[in-house]
């Protein structure tokens, strides 16, 4: 227990000094917001139902996040330290390798978390965005669109030979699917054909459960949605746990 | 003597390529035992079946009296590892990876001390990555220490180093063992072999040629002693006539060797500097060289040993 916590606390100090993390994770979202902000405003519009640009993004930016740590961060980490013989220097103690990634789910979703935290900040703060839904709901789901793209993480880690593949990998599969899914910019700007392809990207269900539990909508409206990602998640967790390699 | 290590026909293969083939040997309490041999000679496979990083293909292997493969926890709990190839992320500092570490173990050293016995005060705060050869591998030697072990092993640690910085690494090698703790190494430096080691296992294509301390090792050897001088002009004939018997005289352009049996009663050097002078020879860069590890390896496997 005393190492899960030691380890946690290492991993997210060494995460906060790594800019490219940070970056995408806290800073970039942001970004976004406001450059579209300024763009747009948020100012009702019958496309979307009534509601304002950034009411309808904000849920689809957090989704961005979940996407960027789950694909990036979690992946280039793990093939980080496989590659430089981290994992091989830590194989040499009694700790156990649950904790090794244990606390990198802890520190990702944290990340995550805090990186979701500062949107809904600024888009109240700036842009008065309302917020329909029930929060544990709205947490519930985060949490586990959250786990099971950490899962897709894990899993593509163990494919991967090198940090460097990681990296583009990860790059190739993470931004088509933002800006297809819907995540980048709302989705019904998109041609219907592109709408189409969406349904096969996973992101999409991630999209849709954030957005429909942000406005209240009801967990059985979303059963694709969450039986999608949980067996994602199923699937991750099994097929990562079979490839993960010290070294 | 406890016995610490027990090897017994130990084999691994990387597909057709015999890593390690059929070696034995035993390890007791309180030495230095070192594995010394070119690279590629098998050193590192066999001290990770050691460490119960790679299964064995055949053979027996005892560590601390358990078997690396079924209860490698027990063993990690009580050996310290140092291995050739590996790191901790750049941006570490130097305090929080001996505090984490220490968090693996039930009872670990206080690292604030080690810190102090490694010499690395004064880069508590620096990153890993900003850490010189000898500076890293100072840290692994105290993250090698922090659980208190029996046993520590140590694979080619001081690769890379510079003679200064290898020097230093050797003192604090030697300090372990005063500690009462167990130590086995690798090198592929046979002058580090032959000043650190109690015992030496040579091994060259993956089995042991000798295993010995290193005196006895050299000693087997019956090697010959050599004068070495250089000299301007060429050497009178009457030199060489003047030698003793069972003494042989090489040169080389300027180069003089004169080689000699051991146990003489007369020091070699002493009747070369003393016919030198007699004969009024004139000569520069006079040295004795005494056989070493090196040509024991030369005369078992017939080839040098290169860095």
């Known amino acids: ?247 | 003597m406890e016995t610490i290590v027990q090897v017994q026909g130990l084999r691994k293969t990387y597909g057709a390529t015999v890593a390690v083939d059929d070696i034995s040997f035993v390890v007791h309490e309180g030495e230095i035992f070192g594995m010394v041999g070119p690279n590629g000679a098998g050193k590192t496979t066999t001290i990770e079946c050691l460490e119960g990083l790679r299964k064995p293909d055949a053979g027996t292997v005892r560590v601390l009296g358990v078997d690396p493969q079924q209860e490698g926890q027990t063993l990690r709990l009580r050996a310290g590892m140092q291995l050739q190839q590996s790191n901790l992320p750049d941006r570490m500092k130097v305090w929080e990876a001996l505090d984490l570490y220490a968090s693996f173990y039930p009872k670990p050293l206080d690292w604030r001390d080690l810190l102090v016995q490694l010499g690395l005060e004064e880069k508590r705060n620096t990153p890993f990555g900003k850490l010189s050869g000898g500076q890293k591998q100072r840290l692994f030697i105290a993250l090698a220490l922090l659980p208190d072990p029996q046993l520590v092993f140590l694979d080619e640690l001081t690769t890379g180093l510079d003679p200064q910085a290898r020097r230093a690494i050797w003192d604090l090698v030697r300090d372990v063992r005063a500690r009462g703790k167990t130590v086995i190494l690798t090198t592929h430096f046979m002058e580090e072999a032959e000043r650190l080691c109690d015992r030496v296992a040579i091994l060259d294509r993956g089995k042991i040629v000798a295993l010995d301390t290193p005196e006895a090792l050299i000693r087997a050897l019956g090697a010959e002693e050599r004068v070495v001088f250089h000299i301007e002009g060429n050497l009178p004939p009457a030199f060489a006539s003047a030698l003793s018997e069972g003494t042989r005289l090489e040169v080389q352009g300027e180069r003089a060797t004169v080689y000699s049996r051991n146990g003489r009663q007369v020091p070699l050097v002493v009747e070369v500097v003393g016919l030198l002078s007699a004969q009024g020879i004139r000569y520069r860069d006079l040295r004795t060289e005494q056989p070493n590890l090196e040509d024991v390896f030369l005369s078992l496997t017939g080839r040098e040993m290169r860095d």
Do not use: C
Request: glycine share 8%; charged share 10%; net charge positive.
């Open chain 1, 1 to 247: 227990m005393k190492s899960l916590w030691k380890m946690t606390w290492m991993e997210a100090k060494l995460f906060l000094r790594e800019p490219f993390g940070t970056f995408f994770t806290l800073a970039f979202p942001l970004m976004m917001l406001f450059l579209f902000g300024s763009i747009y405003g948020n100012e009702p519009s019958p496309l979307f139902g009534g509601r304002g640009t950034i009411d309808i993004s904000l849920p689809s930016y957090t989704a961005m996040i979940i996407a960027t740590t789950g694909l990036m961060s979690t992946t280039i980490t793990i093939a980080m330290y496989r590659e430089y013989g981290i994992l091989r220097r830590l194989r040499t103690t009694p700790v156990s390798p649950l904790v090794i990634l244990g606390a990198q789910v802890i520190v990702l979703f944290l990340m995550t978390a805090a990186g979701m935290m500062l949107l809904l900040l600024a888009g109240k703060l700036v842009y008065h965005v309302q917020f329909e839904g029930n929060a544990l709901s709205l947490l519930a789901g985060f949490t586990l669109a959250s786990l099971s793209f950490f899962g897709i993480g894990f899993f593509l880690a163990g494919i991967v030979p090198t940090p460097r593949t990681a990296q583009i990998v990860g790059m190739v599969l993470l931004y088509p699917m933002i800006f297809l899914s819907g995540a980048g910019f709302p989705r019904e700007l998109l041609p219907a054909t592109i709408q189409k392809i969406a349904t096969f990207l996973p992101l999409t269900y991630v999209v849709n459960l954030l957005r429909g539990l942000w406005f209240g909508e009801a967990w059985s409206q979303h059963v694709t949605d969450v039986a999608v990602l949980a067996v994602a998640l199923v699937v991750g967790v099994l097929a990562s746990s079979r490839l993960f390699r010290w070294e």
